[in-house]
């Protein structure tokens, strides 16, 4: 988040951002603009720290905030007990270490007022990308036989959903701009492009692909032969062969797209490819 450059009495807004580390860069740098004096040894001592040059470690990306050390960070920024619960998120998003984790914080990250005020976009954003629902039926507008209507879109879908879900995507289709009504009065799709924040873009793509990847597994007994295809092939490689063998399925990628998107005759059926490389073993030890 980039804030003004000009002096202001009152502090970086908290809840406009989703990087804590960010967040206390710009703190930071408007301390200095109304105090040229405050230096991260003053910050260390309202924050009960011992190294003066903690602040910046954190700011760089070399530290991480801990148990120990929030609470007194908290206390130098002056937070009050929301703020104080924001920042708490805000580490646990960038610091989590699993998706669980991180979901939980966005979760209430995104569930704040404030936040959703201030950055109300990423949050739909996010959330297009970590339902499959919401990607099926953007695409299902292509068929010429789509009504704007959920039981029908919940009825049509596979596996199958509830009207309220199907309904849901919709509302928030419209909200992000992607489907908007066209000259014959139907739904289609825009040319309006989702963008999350950097901090939340990796986790909705992680969504993403497991909920996809949950689909196709219970996609091997849920579909008949003609109308699945799977293949999988395990191999030994070379370490130095992943970057090729990861050109290759991104230059597939494209190709499959262009051999959809150049289609003469009319869409009929919104179908899920995956490409997936992942290892079954740890690399090779260093000697």
């Avoid at 003004?4 to 809840?15: A, C, E, G, Q, Y």
């Avoid at 120990?68 to 908290?74: E, K, R």
């Avoid at 040319?191 to 939340?200: G, K, Q």
């Amino acid at each position: 988040m980039v804030y003004s450059t000009s002096v202001s009495n009152s502090p970086p807004d908290l809840f406009a951002t989703l990087s804590y580390r960010g967040y206390l860069a710009d703190w930071f740098a408007w301390k200095k603009s109304i105090n040229p004096r405050f230096s991260h040894r003053l910050f260390a001592r309202l924050a009960d720290q011992k190294s003066p040059s903690l602040l910046k470690a954190v700011i760089d990306g070399r530290r991480n905030l801990t148990p120990t050390t929030l609470p007194g960070f908290s206390r130098a920024l002056q937070f009050d007990p929301d703020a104080q619960a924001f920042f708490c998120d805000l580490v646990q998003l960038d610091q989590a270490e699993t998706d669980d984790e991180r979901n939980d914080a966005w979760a209430r990250i995104s569930a704040t007022r404030r936040f959703r005020d201030a950055r109300r976009i990423e949050g739909e954003a996010f959330r297009f990308f970590s339902h499959w629902t919401y990607v099926a039926v953007y695409e299902l507008v292509k068929r010429a036989d789509f009504v704007e209507d959920p039981r029908w879109i919940a009825r049509t879908l596979r596996p199958k959903v509830k009207a309220s879900e199907a309904r849901q995507a919709l509302v928030e289709l419209r909200s992000l701009g992607l489907l908007v009504e066209g000259p014959d009065g139907r739904l289609q799709q825009s040319d309006a492009s989702v963008v999350t924040a950097t901090e939340v873009r990796g986790l909705a793509v992680h969504n993403y692909h497991r909920g996809m990847s949950a689909l196709a597994h219970d996609a091997v007994g849920a579909f008949h032969p003609p109308e699945r295809h799977l293949l999988g092939v395990t191999v030994t490689v070379p370490e130095s062969a992943i970057p090729a063998l990861k050109r290759e399925l991104n230059a597939m990628q494209a190709r499959l797209l262009d051999l959809c998107d150049s289609a003469e005759e009319p869409a009929e059926r919104v179908m899920q490819i995956n490409l997936q490389l992942f290892p079954l073993s740890a690399p090779l030890e260093s000697p």
